[in-house]
């Protein structure tokens, strides 16, 4: 038996999200449809379902593991995502939080709010 993971998130805002996932995060679109924007992303595939209403949730719904998340952060930042702070978390000028064990974690928002993340791991 094969599987392959598929991420979902939703947006009711389906040409911003299309911009964004493509355009500045730099998915590749795969296909579009009334219901959802399917996007390849490296060999896992996100479907960011269309909705008409959309609660954003507080935490965060998809990230990304990088290997250099200072130079990612000022690639998007360049790109105008803007990092989160959180004030009951050190992070440093670029918004990035150093975990007890080592590990970066950086927070944005796609256009529909939902919380994405950035993590190096040590």
Do not use: C
Not at 74 to 85: A, D, E, N, P, T
Not at 94 to 119: H, Q, R
Request: no cysteine; hydrophobic share 40%; aromatic share 10%.
């Amino acid at each position: 038996m094969s599987r392959n993971p598929v991420s979902f998130i939703a947006t009711d805002s389906p040409e911003a999200a299309q911009a964004f996932y493509q355009n500045i995060m730099g998915l590749s679109l795969n296909e579009a449809t009334p219901f959802a924007l399917v996007f390849l992303d490296g060999s896992h595939t996100l479907r960011v379902q269309i909705v008409t209403e959309l609660e954003p949730t507080n935490y965060t719904v998809h990230g990304w593991t990088v290997t250099d998340i200072a130079a990612e952060v000022r690639s998007l930042s360049s790109k105008g995502v803007i990092f989160q702070r959180f004030d009951q978390l050190d992070q440093d000028e670029l918004g990035v939080w150093t975990t007890p064990d080592g590990n970066k974690i950086a927070w944005f928002k796609d256009p529909s709010g939902n919380t994405l993340s950035l993590t190096e791991h040590v």
